[in-house]
């Protein structure tokens, strides 16, 4: 019962370290969606008195990915139910386009690209709707800055309790390592437990913190926020998510292992 009470004392906050991890990559993924659905729906409007070509903008412009010419004919069928014949509205009418980016750039680097869009010849007018598209990249900006400094939080406070528990599993051996120092091992091998234990616990919290976070997921009221905002399951990857668990508790929990070892030594 004691063990059991050891292992737990650092599974909980392995697991909570864990279980921070996933879910900061659970959103970043769920935000490099939005961006890409953003990026996919966005487009700035350009005006020109000449035609223009997707080559000539890119080499103004690198997140230039396709220009599309917009056809004014259902907008003018509509103006001329109102006032009749357009004919001398027609004659003068501008070429009219959409150009769409390859990813979501920052407040500055739109502003950059309307500056440059209105210098190119002949283009008379430009409408990169910022105002809007501020106020996504803005919302998506600070969720991402907040589950940062959550995850420095979660981090730090896991790493104290794991320090703790691993300086009290070194305590409860003491005596173990006393001998074998006396025999002449060395430092690896008298806190040879503690490294196993840590590589154990590291297992059991990886597992036990993915399969919180699948039946998270799978439950209704979360299944239909992530359907809401069109992304479903694609941001659990199974497997690989698996492994990037194990591979972080084994280098956190060993390097907490390493620490305490060290730390009592120069004691």
């Known amino acids: 019962m004691k063990e059991i009470r050891s292992h737990i004392s650092l599974l909980i906050p392995l697991i909570a370290l864990l279980f921070g991890i996933q879910i900061i990559m659970l959103v970043q993924r769920s935000l490099d ?10 487009s700035i409007m350009i005006a020109s008195k000449q035609p223009l070509t997707i080559t000539t903008l890119q080499d103004k412009i690198v997140e230039a990915k396709s220009l599309d010419a917009i056809d004014p004919e259902p ?9 009749g014949d357009i004919s001398i509205f027609k ?13 979501f750039p920052s407040k500055a680097r739109l502003d950059a690209i309307t500056a440059i869009l209105k210098k190119v010849p002949n283009v008379i007018r430009v409408e ?6 501020t ?5 998506l900006t600070f969720i991402k800055f907040s589950i940062s400094i959550f995850a420095v939080v979660v981090f730090i406070v896991s790493v104290l309790l794991m320090l703790k528990q691993i300086a009290i599993w070194k305590y409860q051996h003491a005596t173990k390592m006393e001998v074998m120092d006396i025999l002449g091992a060395s430092v690896w091998i008298r806190n040879r437990h503690l490294f196993k234990l840590a590589f154990i616990d590291s297992f059991i919290a990886s597992i036990i913190t993915i399969l919180i ?19 479903g399951k694609g941001i659990l990857e199974g497997v690989l998510d698996f492994i990037r668990l194990v591979v972080i508790a084994l280098i956190v929990s060993n390097i ?12």
């Open 33 to 42: 969606t939005q961006e890409t659905h953003l990026v996919q729906d966005y």
């Open 75 to 83: 907008q003018l069928d509509r103006l001329k139910q109102s006032i």
């Open 91 to 103: 004659k003068d009418l501008p070429y009219f386009y959409s150009l769409n980016l390859e990813y």
């Open 128 to 133: 990169s709707f910022a105002k809007s598209y």
């Open 135 to 139: 106020q996504v990249y803005g919302l």
């Open 213 to 231: 976070v699948y039946y998270l997921v799978d439950t209704d009221f979360i299944r239909s926020i992530l359907e809401s905002l069109d992304i």
């Open 256 to 267: 907490c292992v390493i620490l305490v070892i060290f730390s009592k030594s120069k004691n």
